[in-house]
């Protein structure tokens, strides 16, 4: 699976990042980090519409990119980054919980298991109104959270300031990832995909050295693309099942 590392940054300034200044109006930049190349992608959860996107009203799985687009644009709007929002079976329903305006896709799972979703802790990335988070899955269960959207996948790569204590520092399994963390503001939220194979290691210390998000979810890779046509980036590929995005 891949990682893409992507950094929206909207009309504000993220406090303790080092990112530098962005243009007016960009979303996405290039950001190196332990000599690999990641695009981040920075939005505020109180102004931007981001949104869970798995399949329209009557059913139909989005699958990729485009449905989406075109779906956002009978409301009159513009879907203007987009990535894969989470890990999937192979008909493309979410591994663990999901929640969107056409309600839930399972319940949280806390069970043991193989691969990466099952190790723990793992955890979900929610949006509430003007509110953000990345929670780990049984605290998640334990504050009865009621969030407008949510979908959870493993493991976290940051928790509480830490990197994943499993997740190994000599490790040279490479692959390109994809991820997302949330400031300790609880606004903004940094949507991450690595442009080349990378540790997954390397990828976690990018949100916790870089970023200083207390909190940080593996989101999926190999798999992994962003939509970013303003920052020109339209990733085509196979079918997707959970999306997240943003809408203008």
């Known amino acids: 699976m891949r990682s893409i590392f992507v950094v929206a940054a909207a009309s504000f300034t993220v406090v303790g990042c080092d990112l530098g200044q962005p243009a007016a109006g960009d979303h996405c930049r290039s ?8 695009t981040v992608c920075t939005f505020n959860a109180e102004r931007d519409d981001i949104r869970l996107f798995l399949a329209d009203s009557e059913g139909r799985p989005y699958l990729q990119f485009g449905a989406v687009a075109d779906s956002v644009r009978t409301e009159g709007k513009t879907l203007i980054f987009a990535m894969n929002g989470g890990m999937y079976h192979d008909d493309r329903r979410p591994v663990g919980f999901y929640r969107d305006g056409n309600g839930d896709v399972a319940t949280v799972n806390t069970n043991d298991g193989p691969g990466n ?11 509430d109104g003007n509110r953000a988070g990345v929670t780990e899955s049984q605290t998640y269960l334990d504050e009865g959270l009621d969030p407008d959207f949510a979908t959870q996948s493993g493991p976290m ?12 520092p000599d490790g040279t399994s490479r692959r390109r990832r994809n991820g997302v ?5 609880g606004e903004t939220v940094f949507f991450v995909i690595s442009d080349v194979p990378v540790t997954f290691h390397d990828f976690a210390t990018l949100f916790s050295e870089k970023l200083r998000a207390p909190n940080a979810l593996f989101l999926d890779g190999q798999v992994s693309r962003i939509y970013a046509p303003a920052y020109g980036r339209d990733e085509q590929g196979l079918d997707m099942g959970p999306i997240v995005g943003v809408v203008e």
Do not use: Q, T
């Open 117 to 127: 979703f099952h190790m723990k802790p793992n955890g979900v990335f929610w949006l």
């Open 31 to 38: 950001l190196d980090h332990k000599s690999s190349p990641y």
């Open 181 to 185: 963390g949330v400031a300790a503001n």
């Open 157 to 168: 790569v940051v928790i509480d300031g830490e990197v994943h204590p499993s997740l190994n």
